[in-house]
């Protein structure tokens, strides 16, 4: 997976919001600094050392955003002198190996952050944000570095429409606890939330009652875009099709054809699917486009003339033979713009090559897994028992009622437990999870506040097992460790969910 430059220019959150303070009011002293996700190798010194007005953060040349960055959220200034000095600097690679690993050491002599990469700079970095405490900062020497190299949010804004703001606030903690990719499932069904030139009417209704924006003009991709890459976060589209891409046929009948999803067999089709994946592959810097590809029914295209010339034209029996079709083409235009194409784990089972990024979500379908990563598919793991967040957390709480709830709370120990790659994957199989990523879809989460209950804490577990090394995880050190992670979350107005005493009516307006 590629990096994305880092642009320095759009800090719109002001450092008291984006400072992590481990500090929590009434809460017993732990015995070290609370850090998730726990690094691989911690060994703890003696004391600590001042971190005051008078530090200073030190970096120049490629490590300069890293420091800036760091600067800012600790409200201390950039310079070579100071009463404490935190020096950030790139080193051989050879020396940390992982580019987004980092060796952190704090003693009397100040802060060193190295890294062979800024990703491993800026994680670092996030590590000592975790580690700074009443203005000192506890002696240490870490190495860290991360299991996977995806590790991903999906936030669906088609169902209900998220704007820069609430992403804004999700970038920057997906930033403190290490997460790089952020998924925009940007249309479906209910809405379609991206403008394309010369297709206004899929955006033309997208109004919310008090008049405001529905939707994501170029500009709004383009800030969303460089607000992620300062923070090392990815970020991916995703657009459906030929399912869940109503919202563009209630716009452009014509893309039906009188179907139950866009008309395989039309040129107007193609025109189309070529001019959305054009204006999103100029948007949108990342190496991947995801186009979902799942849940498409056995009726979609029944007693349709031109698909029943097509089945004959290209000797096509079944609709799975037809969607193979359909998606051949539209593997080729995103590879045409550059882009890998993406798709929900149904592609695999239809027949989609291995050139395809796999997204299994299926828990039911353990098989279509096993064989996607026995023909070579790269693989993104996203099981809907385990990091599905919009399903419920505790008893007695809301959720989505569907697959979720029959294996009962998606609670953080759950989350914990899990184990991502298969023990039946070979080594070489394993080599092809690119990583994990966590879902929060919105058919039922109408509100900012019910967003943030359902993401925050399991957001912080999961990042945990994107991050950790392969094994077991000790439930109750991670509980501990979590306290003042949610007392900094709330102190920052995210409304972050504290234990399942907590009361939900309030957060579903």
Same mark, same amino acid.
């Given at each position: 997976m590629e990096a994305l430059p880092s642009s320095p220019t759009l800090f719109r959150v002001a450092p008291k919001f984006i400072a992590v303070l481990l500090v929590a009011t009434g809460t017993p002293a732990l015995a070290h600094p609370a850090l998730i996700p726990?690094? =691989?190798? #911690?060994?703890?010194?003696? &004391?600590?050392?001042?971190?005051?007005? @008078?530090?200073?953060v030190s970096g120049k040349g490629a490590t300069a955003p890293s420091a800036a960055f760091l600067a800012r959220s600790l409200g201390i200034k950039q310079g070579e002198r100071g009463s404490t000095r935190i020096l950030l600097r790139l080193v051989p690679a050879r020396t940390i190996g992982n580019p987004e690993g980092y060796h952190l050491r704090v003693d009397r002599h100040g802060v060193l952050i190295e890294a062979s990469d800024p990703r491993g700079l800026f994680y670092g970095a996030q590590t000592l944000r975790q580690m700074v405490s009443g203005g000192r900062v506890a002696v240490a020497d870490i190495s860290d570095a991360p299991r996977f190299l995806w590790r991903g949010l999906l936030i669906d804004v088609a169902r209900h429409f998220y704007g820069k703001p609430v992403l804004f606030k999700f970038l920057d903690q997906m930033a403190v606890y290490k997460l790089n990719v952020l998924h925009l499932h940007l249309t479906d069904d209910p809405g379609w939330r991206i403008e394309i030139p010369g297709y206004p009417k899929l955006t033309k209704g997208e109004i919310t009652a008090d008049g405001s924006r529905a939707y994501f003009t170029a500009a709004d991709i383009r800030?969303?875009?460089?607000?992620?890459?300062?923070?090392h976060i990815m970020v991916?589209?995703?657009?459906?099709?030929?399912?869940?891409? %109503?919202?563009?046929? =209630?716009?452009?009948?014509?893309?039906? @054809?009188?179907? @139950?999803?866009?008309?395989?067999?039309?040129?107007?089709?193609?025109?189309?699917?070529?001019?959305?994946?054009?204006? !999103?592959?100029?948007?949108?810097?990342?190496? /991947?486009?995801?186009? &979902?590809?799942?849940?498409?029914?056995?009726?979609?295209?029944?007693?349709?003339?031109?698909?029943?010339?097509?089945? #004959?034209?290209?000797?096509? &029996?079944?609709?799975?033979?037809?969607?193979?079709?359909?998606?051949?083409? !539209?593997?080729?235009?995103?590879?045409?713009?550059?882009?890998?194409p993406m798709a929900w784990d149904e592609q695999a089972e239809a027949g989609a090559s291995s050139d395809v990024v796999i997204q299994w979500w299926r828990k039911a379908r353990p098989d279509v897994l096993d064989a996607a990563a026995a023909r070579g598919s790269e693989?993104?793991?996203?099981?809907?028992?385990?990091?599905?967040?919009?399903?419920?957390?505790?008893? %007695?709480?809301?959720?989505?009622?569907? +697959?979720?709830?029959? @294996?009962g709370p998606t609670s953080i120990a759950k989350i914990l437990a899990w184990e991502p790659v298969p023990a039946s994957f070979t080594p070489e199989e394993s080599k092809k999870v690119l990583g994990v990523?966590?879902? !929060?879809?919105?058919e039922f989460i109408a509100s900012r506040r019910y967003l943030e209950f359902m993401t925050f804490p399991r957001l912080l577990a999961f990042a945990e097992v994107a991050w950790r090394p392969k094994g077991g995880r000790d439930e109750a050190d991670f509980s501990t460790r979590l306290?003042?992670?949610?007392?900094?979350?709330?102190?920052? &107005?995210?409304?972050?969910?504290?234990?399942?005493?907590?009361? /939900? +009516?309030?957060?579903?307006?």
């Open positions: 726990l690094p =691989t190798s #911690v060994a703890w010194g003696n &004391g600590d050392i001042p971190l005051g007005p @008078n530090a200073v800030d969303i875009v460089a607000y992620a890459a300062e923070r991916i589209p995703e657009i459906e099709m030929p399912s869940h891409s %109503g919202s563009a046929g =209630t716009a452009y009948p014509e893309l039906y @054809n009188g179907g @139950n999803a866009l008309d395989p067999a039309s040129p107007t089709t193609y025109a189309f699917i070529r001019s959305v994946f054009g204006e !999103v592959g100029r948007l949108f810097p990342a190496p /991947y486009i995801h186009f &979902g590809g799942d849940e498409v029914g056995d009726d979609a295209w029944k007693d349709m003339p031109d698909v029943r010339q097509l089945k #004959v034209a290209q000797d096509l &029996g079944s609709t799975k033979e037809v969607e193979a079709y359909f998606v051949r083409n !539209v593997v080729k235009i995103i590879e045409a713009n550059g882009r890998r693989l993104v793991v996203s099981p809907v028992d385990q990091v599905y967040f919009d399903y419920h957390q505790g008893p %007695g709480e809301p959720g989505a009622p569907w +697959e979720g709830n029959d @294996n990523e966590a879902a !929060v879809w919105t306290t003042p992670h949610l007392d900094a979350l709330r102190a920052s &107005g995210i409304n972050a969910r504290r234990d399942e005493g907590d009361a /939900y +009516e309030f957060i579903t307006h």
